[in-house]
């Protein structure tokens, strides 16, 4: 299939159809809340009879949630939520005469009251609830307020099952994808900065390597929410010992995470050594830069090689380039302490790499 074909609608729905990922998890997550909703209406109007049961079906909709965890979290500060807002709506109704000033009084205190955060992002319904029960004029009328409630805890409980019960959400594939990625980033900037390295001139000009390294940044930005969803979903999950967990990624993709903070401390390490102005330190010598920038580029394939399920990682060369380094750093007595000290900066986030490489 080409990939222009993959851009229109019938497309997606294809590629949702054939491939596991994004596309399926949204028309699956689709399915599952029409589901509910049209399940709480059918519940609510034919077996309860209950009159204009709106907020079933509207509850059970956003009840159908990324994880199951905040479904069944989303399920008690919703039900709570409404219950306030239909509190406040009969409160008001009683102390206040006329509709207008009293559904102005409920929406700024429901939307004041939903900032509790023991409602969490269900705190807009406090509002909204009140809202709509005065706006329909049922806020006077104890049984109506009683039967908002009910459909408000019906609609709410079958979204949180049919969650739970149906095809439960997993994000493991999140965590093979954002590896990949990640790796491939992280390997390629390593691989430019090798090629800086070995320059006889410090680089003058490093800002293509720092805009590189913003977009590693974003990776690893995007690899920690991938980390903390799936987990996430995995909590209360009745599917979660599945291959489609996760589990046998989260590892690689965590020790990819942690590789970051080394590799920022290497591009910092460049842009000092290659400062000509104040010259903090020199330029380390044609030697040492050879095989620091092998050292580097050693550490790129090792990074491939973690995104890689069940590839060992060999970093015997590494280890040997790192510890010819250091007795380059040991025996350079008369070659000038800026130079030493420039090649010290360079070598030390590169040991750091290889022992994140190490206890991975």
Not at 65 to 77: C, E, P
Not at 178 to 189: K, M, N, T, V
Request: charged fraction near 20%.
């Amino acid at each position: 299939m080409s990939q222009g074909h993959d851009r229109t609608p019938v497309g997606w729905f294809a590629r949702a159809l054939r491939v596991p990922g994004s596309e399926r998890r949204s028309l699956v997550q689709a399915a599952k809340a029409t589901l509910a909703a049209t399940g709480a209406w059918l519940l609510a109007t034919l077996v309860l009879r209950l009159p204009q049961p709106f907020l079933a079906p509207y509850a059970a909709v956003f009840l159908v949630d990324a994880t199951v965890y905040r479904s069944l979290r989303g399920w008690a500060q919703q039900i709570g939520a409404v219950a306030a807002g239909v509190l406040l709506a009969a409160v008001a109704v009683q102390l206040i005469p006329w509709q207008a000033v009293a559904l102005a009084v409920v929406v700024f205190l429901g939307l004041l009251a939903g900032n509790w955060r023991q409602f969490g992002s269900a705190g807009i319904w406090v509002g909204v609830t009140g809202m709509l029960v005065i706006s329909y004029g049922t806020a006077n009328e104890p049984v109506l307020l009683g039967d908002r409630l009910l459909e408000t805890a019906l609609g709410a409980t079958i979204g949180a099952a049919v969650n739970a019960l149906v095809f439960p959400p997993l994000h493991g594939e999140r965590l093979k994808a954002a590896a990949d990625r990640l790796a491939a980033a992280l390997a390629g900037l390593l691989e430019t900065t090798s090629e800086l390295v070995c320059r006889d001139e410090p680089p003058g000009d490093v800002e293509d390597l720092l805009a590189q390294a913003r977009d590693v940044r974003s990776l690893v930005l995007v690899a920690e929410d991938a980390v903390g969803l799936t987990r996430e979903g995995r909590v209360l999950n009745l599917r979660r010992r599945r291959p489609g967990s996760g589990a046998g990624h989260e590892r690689p993709l965590r020790t990819l995470i942690a590789l970051w903070p080394p590799v920022s401390q290497l591009l910092a390490a460049v842009r000092t050594t290659s400062a000509r102005e104040d010259e903090p330190f020199a330029y380390p010598w044609a030697d040492a830069r050879d095989a620091l920038a092998d050292l580097i580029r050693g550490l790129a394939d090792a990074v491939r090689a973690v995104a890689e399920d069940g590839e060992p990682v060999d970093l015997g060369g590494c280890r040997t380039l790192l510890g010819q380094l250091e007795r380059r750093l040991v025996t350079a007595e008369d070659d000038g302490v800026p130079a030493r000290l420039g090649l010290g900066t360079l070598t030390l986030p590169a040991r750091h790499l290889v022992e994140q490489l190490e206890n991975r």
